[in-house]
């Protein structure tokens, strides 16, 4: 089956503009979870959606936010770009979500990521 | 606070070569969630195990075990006979806070296995 889509790869923005970022996840998982990775500040955790709802969240900002529609996809929405929203985004979906899911019969999926820059 | 540290930032080893990456993590919270995820210079993160708080059973998949001890708040992740595709970042990530609970990464351990 198809993996988890993540669209676009690249994107080049200016600070100050806005970018919405999409994922879409495997068939029939209804978790994805959203991820910020920079060299300085490392692996970072955004937020969970599951069945339209945000589920968990990290320490960002309101400039960063996100939804999951009713066939599962999700965007993630960054407003008023500044320079160091440049990163790599990444998303991944599972079954159950993070804290749910069943170990045996569920994993998560990531996609290859958006390479944001921001200039 | 919460906290995951991995204190090794990068190994060396040569294939065949057994190598433990080491994951140490704080938190008051008395259900959490801890994670292993690989790496690859293919970029792309791949999700290996998760362990909750009440689990402490050791873990062995293949040639990857994991160590889960509360006693010490340690998470280790040992590779039995490395081979060279075990190359990557390993990140050790910590999951506390409930249900809208936050996770974090500890800083990653470079491993590289040399043929």
């Known amino acids: 089956k198809a993996g988890v889509t993540q669209t676009p790869r690249y994107l080049i923005k200016t600070r100050g503009q806005q970018v919405t970022l999409s994922c879409s996840p495997i068939s029939g998982h209804r978790s994805v979870s959203w991820y910020q990775q920079t060299p300085g500040q490392g692996l970072q955790f955004l937020f969970e959606?599951?069945?339209?709802?945000?589920?968990n969240k990290g320490n960002f900002p309101g400039r960063f936010s996100g939804r999951q529609f009713s066939n599962s996809r999700s965007e993630m929405n960054v407003s008023t770009l500044e320079l160091g929203d440049s990163a790599l985004y990444l998303c991944?979906?599972?079954?159950?979500?993070?804290?749910?899911?069943?170990?045996?019969?569920?994993?998560?999926?990531f996609g290859p990521g958006t390479r944001l820059t921001v200039l | 606070a919460q906290k995951v540290t991995q204190a090794q930032t990068e190994i060396s080893v040569v294939e065949k070569e057994d190598v433990t990456l080491d994951c140490v993590y704080e938190t008051r919270d008395t259900t959490y969630y801890l994670f292993w995820y690989k790496q690859p210079p293919s970029g792309e993160l791949v999700f290996l195990i998760r362990?909750?708080?009440?689990?402490?059973q050791n873990e062995i998949s293949g040639r990857y075990s994991w160590n889960f001890q509360k006693s010490t708040s340690s998470f280790n992740f040992t590779i039995t006979a490395s081979q060279v595709v075990d190359s990557a970042v390993y990140f050790c990530a910590l999951m506390y806070g409930g249900s809208q609970g936050n996770l974090i990464f500890g800083k990653g351990t470079k491993l590289s296995v040399k043929p």
């Open positions: 362990r909750n708080s009440f689990d402490e």
């Open positions: 959606y599951f069945s339209e709802t945000q589920r």
């Open positions: 991944a979906s599972s079954l159950a979500g993070l804290a749910r899911f069943n170990l045996i019969t569920d994993t998560q999926y």
